[in-house]
């Protein structure tokens, strides 16, 4: 059984380009949430998605959007990328049942902006 | 509002020695509370979660926490350290009951000495 991947493994970006990074959740897992991890620091919630909607966003800007397939895959998306951006970006997945919901997380893509 | 407060960005002990990471919480509610550990180049793996049952929780690799609500406290302890849990832990609180956004501490890094 995969557990959740990501794509790419890194990526190396333009300040003021725009970049795409994916997720495939843990297989029976309908809930994508992603987290930013900056360097010696704890990750940020970004949003969450489920059912193919954003549910709960965290304290980012509008440049960061999202999207879930109904497969639920997801993408992350960043329009005019700062420097400030570079980070490590986690996707987590999990289920949406009553209770408290474990979270499984993807190794991460790693993007850098120059 | 709930957030994590990481006593210590760094610790370090001699293999086979008891581990003490310390984790103060605040919450306006009773909280959901997990510890998760990341080794480098690998995604975040979660350690075990309290979730208003027993005080006590047990999880993998011999580790296990105790909630103290009159501390407000969630430090994870191991009795005997071994070399492969150097790494990093985050003490993580959800947003709301049965939330699925997570709030991050900043981290301890565990150094084990040989």
């Known amino acids: 059984d995969a557990g959740v991947t990501q794509s790419p493994t890194h990526l190396i970006k333009t300040r003021g380009q725009q970049v795409t990074l994916r997720c495939s959740p843990k297989s029976g897992h309908d809930t994508v949430s992603w987290y930013q991890q900056a360097l010696g620091q704890g990750p940020q919630f970004i949003f969450q998605y489920y059912e193919e909607e954003e549910r709960q966003r965290g304290n980012f800007p509008d440049r960061f959007s999202g999207h879930q397939f109904p497969n639920y895959s997801s993408e992350l998306n960043v329009n005019a990328l700062l420097l400030g951006d570079s980070a490590l970006y986690l996707c987590?997945?999990?289920?949406?049942?009553?209770?408290?919901?474990?979270?499984?997380f993807g190794p991460g893509t790693r993007l850098t902006v120059t | 509002a709930q957030s994590v407060t990481q006593l210590d960005s760094h610790v370090s002990v001699s293999e086979g020695t008891p581990v003490l990471l310390r984790c103060n919480y605040s919450s306006s509610y009773s909280p959901s509370l997990f510890w998760y550990v990341q080794h480098p180049n690998k995604g975040l793996q979660l350690l075990l979660k309290?979730?208003?049952?027993?005080?006590l929780v047990k999880g993998i690799n011999g580790f296990e926490a105790e909630f103290k609500k009159s501390e407000t406290s969630f430090h994870l302890t191991k009795p005997s350290a071994h070399m492969s849990d150097a790494a990093e832990y985050f003490c993580?609180?959800?947003?709301?009951?049965?939330?699925?956004?997570?709030?991050f501490g900043t981290g301890t890094r565990l150094t084990v000495i040989p």
């Open positions: 987590a997945s999990s289920l949406r049942l009553a209770g408290i919901y474990e979270q499984y």
């Open positions: 309290y979730t208003s049952a027993a005080t």
């Open positions: 993580v609180v959800s947003s709301a009951r049965g939330a699925n956004n997570l709030f």
